[in-house]
């Protein structure tokens, strides 16, 4: 009769003669003996897989600590804002203003699908349609990217949908009290824009802080600091695209055609009067693009404003002179690394 694993223990039997069978079974009489299973000792010959498990739970938690710390970020920043807009911006009680104030509209060529080039492309003469001429509001014809139809506008028409700019009372004097760079408020894209604007000693300051200087990522919109305010030919206003909409995250909207027919103004409020931004071109390009402050003459701007308005991703009619104001709205574009966008305006005073 074969001997079991304790007496072998005890007797030292020779192991060489043992049969298969009897193998297996002292085998697993050794391991309850030992208490050494077959899973004990996969887990012993495995700690790299304890070490990994480790390191991906701390890369999801990581992570999950970086989502919150960002939407936190986006909260503060918003939550700031929404407390200077209760404190220092009223609804006046006069009537609310409808803003239509360009005379023609065209349809737009579809969104670029490439960065745009610099330089204005050849016009085509048989997409030039003269607006006093058109019987309809939109020419039906092909459904081309390069083809302009165009709208017109019937001031006895009712426009449902378009925007309403409400009149605002900012009070500046506490704006000032708490910034004294502070130069105007910005209003428009049915209040999703409703910020005050700066203007510092560099263009870095208030990038990344708010209007009474307590550093926060979404920053304070700010204009140049080379500009002088609505006295330079172009008056440049920077803000970040943030990713929750804030700021001019939303300038996207403007690559149709059919957001700006409903949107086709901003409001710049002043301490010493109120502007009409009204909207020229929506223009992609990247941060080479070259800033023009003053033009030469009335050739120089002729050429710089055609440029923008061949590069635009809709086309508009508003008139624009040597001698007008112009306000340009830049923020960041995503197209490419280093791409911009801006919404060149050009500045009415209404008040």
């Not at 909260?75 to 409808?98: C, M, S």
């Not at 050739?299 to 001698?323: C, K, L, M």
């Not at 340009?328 to 574009?333: F, K, S, V, Y």
């Not at 690394?337 to 008040?351: H, N, P, S």
Request: aromatic residues 12%.
């Amino acid at each position: 009769m074969p001997r079991s694993f304790k007496e072998e223990l005890i007797l030292g039997t020779d192991r060489e003669n043992v049969p298969p069978a009897e193998e297996k079974t002292e085998k697993q009489e050794k391991a309850f003996v030992t208490g050494q299973s077959r899973k004990n000792k996969k887990h012993k010959r495995s700690p790299i897989v304890i070490v990994v498990i480790f390191l991906l739970l701390c890369v999801m938690g990581f992570s999950a600590y970086k989502i919150i710390d960002q939407l936190l970020v986006y909260k503060r920043g918003q939550d700031a804002y929404n407390q200077l807009r209760k404190d220092i911006v009223q609804l006046q009680t006069d009537q609310q203003e409808n803003q239509i104030t360009t005379t023609a509209w065209t349809v737009p060529a579809s969104e670029p699908t490439m960065p745009p080039t610099l330089e204005p492309e050849t016009a085509n003469p048989a997409e030039t349609v003269n607006p006093d001429q058109a019987e309809s509001r939109e020419r039906p014809g092909q459904a081309s990217d390069h083809y302009r139809g165009d709208i017109t506008y019937d001031p006895a028409e009712t426009y449902a949908g378009i925007q309403v700019i409400p009149n605002l009372a900012i009070n500046f004097d506490s704006l000032k009290a708490q910034n004294p760079d502070t130069r105007a408020w910005l209003y428009g894209m049915d209040g999703i824009v409703s910020y005050p604007v700066v203007q510092g000693a560099d263009n870095d300051f208030y990038s990344h802080r708010l209007l009474d200087g307590k550093e926060q990522f979404c920053g304070t919109l700010f204009i140049d600091c080379r500009n002088n305010f609505l006295e330079d030919d172009i008056t440049y206003i920077y803000g970040h695209k943030m990713k929750d909409g804030s700021m001019f995250g939303h300038f996207g909207k403007y690559d149709t055609y059919a957001y700006y027919a409903s949107h086709p103004t901003f409001r710049l409020f002043t301490p010493d009067g109120t502007y009409e931004l009204q909207v020229v071109a929506c223009v992609y390009t990247t941060k080479w693009e070259p800033l023009r402050f003053k033009f030469a003459d009335q050739q120089d701007f002729n050429n710089t404003i055609t440029n923008y308005r061949r590069r635009s991703t809709f086309q508009t009619a508003v008139e624009t002179n040597f001698g007008d104001h112009l306000v340009a709205l830049w923020t960041c574009a995503y197209y490419r690394e280093d791409g911009r966008m801006f919404i060149l305006c050009k500045a009415v005073q209404v008040q």
